[in-house]
């Protein structure tokens, strides 16, 4: 007997890089060994134990260029997955270029308790940067904080980026949509596999910011990936705006597929030619020449991934019935400045417009959603122009700007989500991130960024409390802080564990209240430093959500039923009230001011 327990440890250790006390798994495609790591963390979290890890998992085969991903296939022996695998190709955004770039990039990794748990709730975290960039494979993800805290299992996902997940040909060829396709196939596997991991394939919660949180909602849409899942966390992402939605016709697709082979070099017709030809070129002669010849808009209509525009699918309610939990950050607009106004001088005061210059960045804003009717224009000054301060054409406007710049992109299109989700009885959490950060979770970015676009990641994924962040100066944040980040840990993981984001809380965690979100009182909750004392608000943005998903579409409509005599008419007339506006308004003070008569 004392020879076979001999042998037996004898073949252990020759296994490659396995030790008899690594964590091991065994998967529907073979044996997957990762690492135990240990967490400490006393003053905050109040946690000092072992953590199971796996990085780089392949849930797919390297994809071939512009096709489905295909399942992973059964290896032999034990994989060693101890290490983050590379990112998918990309350009870089915001400065940030990533070390290792390949189009082998289909990986997940697993963050779980130690020892393994039984049927323990799952978070998918899909990340964002524009359908263009990021990765999974990054500190700034590290699972392991936000499993301290909630005792759930963390998976985050890769999937391709910019022209290599939307170029398509709208045949066999190249489809479409890959990026998304390699997303359900990540679910795939996480749903096939994650009860070896000691997680429960029926408590799984998808969760992701900006694109990633549009590409959840877009998982929401599909119906390949609608049984994969059971709830959803959407952060500033939506389906609605043209930058994650392509509304053009398919010829125009196919059109954009030539441009790309044109400026390769490629013949562009059969397809089956031109995929071959662009197949001989490298991946980066691809991505660079796509910035001037590929007009890259993340997912279409397909009729596989995505059977027909988001308006329609929730006009005729076919979407994944789901407890949802979703919401922006009060300063989304500042995104849109970054790359007008410089950041680089030290303390950069916040840019200023005046009057004059609202209407400018207004239309040069708009173009980029493809809005350009002067009509459309001269409606959205209106709403927006801060009109208590417009009798002086030097007074500061940018406020009104940020506010209409992250109201189209992101809040308008959250408030529109969550009412399709309640107005079908589906529970609805909202919440409004209004804490100013003392650090960027951007490297450079000015302190008037405020509470803006991606600020609440740090807090939802504990990046304060990472030891591989620790000596980044935008990760050192006040104590304060820290607490906020463990509130908000503790919050969303009782969502996913319990569908409510107090639910299983103690008042000692100090949580607040947070009512659901239902029609007609629209309550939400705020969220910064005093998470706990913050009042509940109702009908966030009400009036200017009313103006950009109910009569901003109507009169979209309406102009597009017009003559262009009854339109210059229209908007002549409108120019002359718009002119006097002005006027009147201080006619009318002057009236209230005058002697009455008694």
Not at 291 to 302: G, I, M, N, Q
Not at 481 to 491: H, R
Request: proline share 6%; glycine share 8%; charged share 20%.
């Amino acid at each position: 007997m004392d020879f076979y327990i001999l042998l037996s440890l004898l073949f252990l250790a020759l296994m490659p890089e396995v030790s008899i006390a690594d964590p091991n798994v065994t998967v529907a495609q073979g044996m997957l060994v990762g690492k135990t790591v240990h967490f400490t963390e006393e003053n905050f979290i109040n946690v000092n134990k072992d953590f199971d890890i796996y990085l780089g998992v392949p849930f797919a085969e390297p994809p071939r260029r512009f096709k489905p991903p295909v399942a992973k296939r059964p290896w032999d022996g034990p994989l060693n997955v101890t290490e983050f695998k590379d990112a998918c190709t990309q350009l870089p955004i915001f400065g940030t270029i990533m070390e290792s770039m390949s189009e082998d990039c289909l990986y997940l990794n697993v963050y779980s308790p130690s020892p393994k748990p039984t049927n323990a709730t799952v978070m998918v975290w899909i990340h964002g940067g524009g359908f263009t960039a990021g990765t999974a494979n990054q500190y700034e993800f590290y699972g392991v904080p936000l499993v301290a805290v909630g005792d759930v299992i963390v998976v985050t996902i890769n999937y391709r980026l910019a022209v290599f997940a939307k170029f398509t040909t709208k045949d066999a060829e190249a489809p479409g949509n890959v990026g998304m396709l390699d997303q359900v196939a990540a679910l795939q596997w996480i749903h096939d596999n994650i009860e070896a991991f000691g997680g429960d394939k029926d408590r799984i919660t998808l969760f992701g910011e900006s694109a990633g949180g549009a590409a959840v909602e877009y998982l929401t849409l599909s119906k390949r990936s609608r049984g994969l899942f059971n709830q959803a966390i959407i952060e500033s992402g939506s389906t609605v705006p043209n930058w994650s939605f392509d509304p053009r016709p398919a010829e125009m697709e196919v059109q954009d597929a030539k441009n790309l082979g044109e400026a390769l070099g490629c013949d562009t017709s059969p397809s089956s030619a031109l995929i071959a030809c662009l197949e001989t070129k490298t991946a980066n002669e691809i991505i660079n020449s796509s910035l001037l010849a590929y007009s890259f808009c993340p997912v279409s209509v397909d009729g596989d991934f995505l059977d027909d525009e988001p308006a329609n699918l929730y006009k005729n309610k076919d979407f994944k019935r789901c407890p949802i939990l979703t919401g922006t950050n009060r300063d989304e607009g500042t995104l849109f400045l970054i790359a007008v106004f410089p950041t680089d001088a030290p303390n950069p005061p916040r840019p200023e417009v005046n009057t004059s210059g609202l209407d400018v960045i207004i239309r040069s804003l708009m173009v980029t959603y493809g809005i350009t009717e002067d009509i459309l224009i001269a409606a959205i000054r209106q709403e927006y122009t801060d009109w208590t301060i417009a009798d002086n054409s030097s007074a500061n406007q940018m406020p009104s700007y940020i506010e209409c710049a992250g109201d189209q992109g992101f809040s308008c299109p959250s408030d529109q989500f969550a009412r399709y989700h309640a107005g079908v009885g589906d529970t609805v959490f909202k919440y409004f991130f209004t804490h100013e950060p003392s650090r960027s979770v951007f490297e450079g970015f000015p302190g008037w960024f405020g509470a803006g676009h991606a600020e609440e990641v740090t807090f939802v994924f504990g990046a304060p409390f990472i030891e591989q962040l620790s000596d980044r100066d935008i990760y050192m944040l006040t104590d304060e802080e820290k607490t906020l980040s463990v509130k908000m840990m503790k919050s969303w993981t009782n969502f996913a564990k319990y569908g409510d984001p107090t639910s299983g809380a103690n008042p000692n965690e100090g949580l607040g209240s947070w009512p659901s979100f239902t029609v007609p009182e629209l309550s939400y909750k705020e969220i910064s430093l005093d998470i706990a004392n913050n009042g509940v608000g109702r009908a966030l943005k009400a009036r200017q959500c009313h103006f950009w998903n109910d009569y901003f579409p109507k009169l979209q409509k309406f102009i597009a039923s017009q003559s262009m005599d009854d339109l210059s008419d229209w908007q002549n007339e409108f120019k002359n009230w718009q002119s006097q506006m002005t006027n009147w308004q201080q006619a009318y003070d002057e009236y209230k001011e005058a002697p009455k008569c008694n």
